[in-house]
């Protein structure tokens, strides 16, 4: 339980950063953006050197429409490496975190973990053949009786308790609860119960949840803002992947000094307030 937890936490860690490098390297790839740069740089050129200043229109047209193209390959080189690191991380955390919650909230130990504390094995063997005994009960029981039992298992939190808990819970799965139209209002009670149940079982805080579900939700959205702008990630077997890996490398403490700016700017908005 602890090492999946900080393995969850790691890698929504890594997803954040990986997320964010991403967003930054597909907004490079915005034709807009790439426009400005290449005429400032073209202007910037013109500034220093009094020559390329007194050339034709025609040829400070071409030069901007030059340095677009050699920026925007550059911009999705150095994006699909960003998509490449992005895609495993963020898909093994969205798997772990549904696998860890769902595994979490079916265990039913976590809501009586002292039930058998005080059984020995005879009483195990004895707990075994209770099952058996009460899992054609539990098939047949009405939504009433399945209320009845489930609040009195989660308030004895014995042996029994947790048996005719995770019967109850299995049939709750299974569905088909309401014989009649006038079980509808016990049945969701019972569902609502056990549900509410369940999110107890699963080990983070509101906002640690939060903030995991909302980082797969940003890496979702930047994976999907990337597939929008035609970038694709490269593999490492690929034959530009060195090259577009040195870039992405290059490229890293522009990255940092944007993320440090916009930190500061947000700082300073917060103080402003």
Do not use: W
């Not at 954040?16 to 005429?39: D, F, I």
């Not at 569902?191 to 906002?207: G, H, I, K, N």
Request: aromatic share 6%; hydrophobic share 40%; glycine share 4%.
């Amino acid at each position: 339980m602890k090492e999946a937890r900080q393995r969850l936490s790691a890698l929504t860690q890594q997803v954040a950063t990986a997320a964010r490098r991403l967003t930054y390297n597909t907004h490079a790839t915005t034709p807009e953006v790439r426009r400005q740069s290449a005429h400032a740089r073209v202007e910037a050129m013109k500034q220093q050197h009094e020559p390329t200043r007194r050339m034709p229109a025609s040829y400070h047209e071409a030069n901007e429409r030059d340095i677009f193209g050699e920026e925007m390959a550059l911009a999705k080189t150095t994006a699909s490496v960003a998509l490449y690191y992005a895609q495993p991380v963020l898909r093994e955390l969205s798997e772990q975190y549904r696998a860890f919650t769902q595994r979490c909230r079916r265990d039913t130990s976590l809501s009586m973990p002292d039930a058998f504390d005080h059984v020995n094995a005879n009483g195990m063997l004895t707990a075994a053949l209770l099952t058996e005994t009460l899992r054609p009960i539990i098939a047949a029981a009405g939504a009433a009786d399945l209320l009845h039992r489930y609040t009195r298992a989660m308030e004895t939190k014995d042996a029994r308790g947790r048996i005719e808990a995770e019967l109850i819970e299995q049939r709750i799965e299974t569905g088909g609860l309401a014989a009649r139209p006038e079980d509808l209002p016990v049945v969701k009670r019972l569902q609502e119960y056990a549900d509410a149940v369940a999110d107890l079982r699963v080990p983070f805080s509101p906002d640690e949840q939060h903030e995991i579900e909302e980082t797969i939700a940003f890496g979702r959205k930047a994976v999907g803002m990337a597939d929008l702008a035609g970038v694709h990630p490269v593999a490492a077997d690929h034959p530009a992947y060195a090259t577009a890996k040195a870039a992405f490398e290059a490229e890293s403490p522009i990255f940092q000094a944007a993320v440090r700016a916009q930190v500061e700017a947000a700082a300073a908005a917060a103080e402003a307030e």
